[in-house]
């Protein structure tokens, strides 16, 4: 390939970093907080992804919702889904060797998609609800990657909003400091871990139908968020909240960088690259060990 | 092992070695399939079962060992015999060239790393083109020699199970047990912890290798998406958890009745199939996280090299 870079270019690719950016940052804060309460990589995160931007389309195609308007019901919806899917079968895995949890919540996401693929077939599904972009100088900003980056970065400020200042929000984040001294000091530790799954799940939701409005939706369009959301948190450090912010923000812009001078094929192995670099050099993520 | 144990088992090797004799074209194609399980199977126990790092990308060996033999077959003309043993040495060094690194994360985050290097793998797969056909995927010439291959496959199987039971009775495979159980007390101990992961690895690695290069051979093509499923590392898993993770014949068992009850679903219920491939993952997690041989070992003082 010889195509000259030119600054717009950079700044365009930066633009669209932090865009995608900040949806990274909340679809891996969910991800995150599974694995700082429970030690839980949920596997299913992705696949939960999938069930909200489908709980969009339908609420969109069969009422005619706003997509946006959607947000909330999807995120209610995943609540009750995460809520249910820790009461029943995860809970069973909390303390079990990381090879049960990887493979139970895999099971779980493999019986989604399908369970996805048979309920509602394979095709592509689009929201056309918003194309188009605005122009501003030389920058496009896409109009519905603008208004995701919005709703992102609000729901993502009102998470990390919620367990500073609250005081479920500080149970969970008691648990995941210490779960033995969490129960020491009272909090029902059980039910940290169904709040804690119901809450990843309904941002995942989210992400879910943010993305429906950008992209066509598919079954197995989740699995790939899952991997997208374990690099994050390892970039910014696993079981360390903020550092979720970052690694959003850094995968976002190392995604748009590498599709720039590489092809989109090799972005993958540069990401996988970076995981493994990271993971040796700095296992503690790029903030360094500061839990919560 | 006890005469009449030895008995039954020479018996059914006799009987599998006679069965291309007399076996129609599906019967065959199904034992060569149910050994492919039984090496995977087998080689996943090596590294995970017996230093319980969890590989979660094993099938990115079978992919190496497919795509090597498959590009020195269709392109350098080697005869499938020695691409394969080609393909073998291949995986091995793939696993001394990732487990340098790799075998040195903790927990989950080898878990990733392995199932990272197969998207990579299949990532790397489809762009060089020019010699792998990208998502084209690569033809070998025809040729039939599903009998050879049968028996090539068997042989593989064969070899994987004796090894196990050699590592497993040896200090080796102690060492490894105690790595399991507790890394820091081994190293303690006074066992070179990483020496030991990165030759069970390599060890682990080989039978994948060969069995994806069979398979490659097998099939006459292959393609990145057919050589890289995790589903295939993910059955191996639930394989051995089911027959008994750290035993000899956990694993044989596992596969075997794990892919008879699959060939049963497959043929009536196609649709639904994943959905009960998920169903049995996770009763096999809840229900028997130490397999069936891990209960009989349990309940009955099996011997340990069971």
């Known amino acids: 390939m010889n195509i000259v870079i030119t600054p717009a270019m950079i700044g365009q690719v930066i633009i669209s970093g932090i865009l995608s950016g900040v949806l990274y940052s909340m679809v891996a804060l969910g991800l995150a907080l599974i694995f700082g309460v429970m030690r839980i990589i949920n596997v299913a995160h992705g696949p939960l992804l999938m069930l909200g931007a489908y709980t969009t389309f339908f609420l969109y195609s069969a009422f005619g919702l706003n997509p946006y308007l959607t947000v909330p019901i999807s995120m209610a919806v995943l609540f009750v889904a995460g809520v249910v899917l820790e009461r029943t079968l995860v809970f069973r895995v909390v303390d079990a060797p990381e090879l049960s949890s990887l493979l139970l919540t895999f099971g779980i996401s493999i019986a989604l998609v399908n369970g996805a693929q048979l309920a509602f077939t394979s095709d592509l599904r689009a929201v056309e609800y918003i194309t188009g972009s605005w122009v501003l100088g030389p920058f496009a900003f896409s109009k519905s990657r603008v208004i995701a980056f919005v709703f992102a970065g609000f729901l993502t400020g009102g998470a990390f909003l919620f367990l500073r200042s609250t005081r479920l929000g500080k149970a969970i984040r008691a648990t995941s400091q210490s779960r033995e001294v969490a129960m020491v000091c009272g909090i029902d530790v059980g039910k940290i871990h169904r709040l804690t799954f119901g809450l990843a799940s309904a941002l995942a939701a989210a992400g879910g139908a943010l993305i429906s409005v950008i992209v066509a939706i598919q079954p197995e369009m989740g699995q790939i968020w899952t991997f997208k959301s374990f690099l994050v948190i390892v970039l910014g450090g696993a079981g360390n909240y903020p550092g979720a912010l970052l690694g959003g923000m850094l995968l976002g812009l190392i995604e748009q960088l590498a599709s720039l001078f590489l092809t989109t094929q090799l972005s993958e192995v540069v990401a996988y690259v970076l995981l493994v670099l990271v993971l040796l050099v700095r296992p503690t993520g790029l903030l360094g060990g500061r839990q919560t | ?306």
């Not at chain 2, 350098?76 to 990732?98: D, E, F, K, Q």
């Not at chain 2, 399991?180 to 990483?194: K, L, N, Q, S």
């Not at chain 2, 030759?199 to 060969?210: C, E, Q």
């Not at chain 2, 089911?242 to 649709?271: H, I």
Request: proline share 5%; glycine share 12%; hydrophobic share 55%.
């Open chain 2, 1 to 306: 092992m006890r005469p009449a144990v030895l008995a039954a088992l020479v018996l059914v090797l006799v009987a599998l070695a006679c069965y291309p004799a007399v076996g129609t074209g599906y019967g065959l194609r199904s034992v060569l399939q149910a050994f492919m399980w039984i090496a995977l199977a087998g080689s996943w126990n090596l590294i995970s079962g017996l230093t319980g790092y969890v590989s979660f990308g094993h099938v990115a060996f079978f992919g190496a060992g497919a795509y090597t033999a498959g590009i020195l077959i269709a392109s350098a003309g080697w005869s499938w015999p020695i691409a394969t043993l080609a393909a073998g040495a291949a995986a091995g060094v793939l696993a001394l060239a990732i487990g340098g690194p790799c075998l040195r994360l903790k927990g989950p985050y080898f878990a990733i790393a392995m199932l990272g290097l197969n998207e990579v793998l299949r990532a790397l797969v489809s762009y060089f083109e020019g010699l792998t056909g990208g998502g084209n995927g690569l033809s070998m010439p025809t040729l039939d020699a599903t009998v050879p291959i049968y028996y090539a496959m068997g042989v593989t199987a064969l070899a994987v199970t004796f090894g196990a039971r050699l590592i497993i009775g040896s200090r080796f495979g102690l060492r490894l047990m105690t790595i399991r159980e507790d890394e820091v007390a081994a190293e303690a101990m006074g066992i070179p912890t990483f020496r030991h992961k990165l030759v069970a690895f390599l060890l682990s690695a080989i039978g994948p290798g060969i069995a994806g290069a069979l398979t490659a051979r097998d099939q006459g093509y292959i393609e990145p998406l057919s050589v890289f499923p995790l589903a295939t590392t993910i059955t191996m898993i639930v394989m051995t958890l089911f027959g008994g993770k750290g035993t000899v014949w956990g694993p044989v068992l596992g596969a075997v009745v794990l892919f008879v009850a699959q060939e049963m679903v497959w043929a009536r219920y196609p649709y639904i199939h994943p959905l009960l491939f998920g169903a049995i993952i996770v009763a096999v997690v809840l229900a028997m996280p130490r397999g069936i041989l891990g209960l009989l070992q349990l309940k009955y003082r099996l011997p340990r090299t069971v």
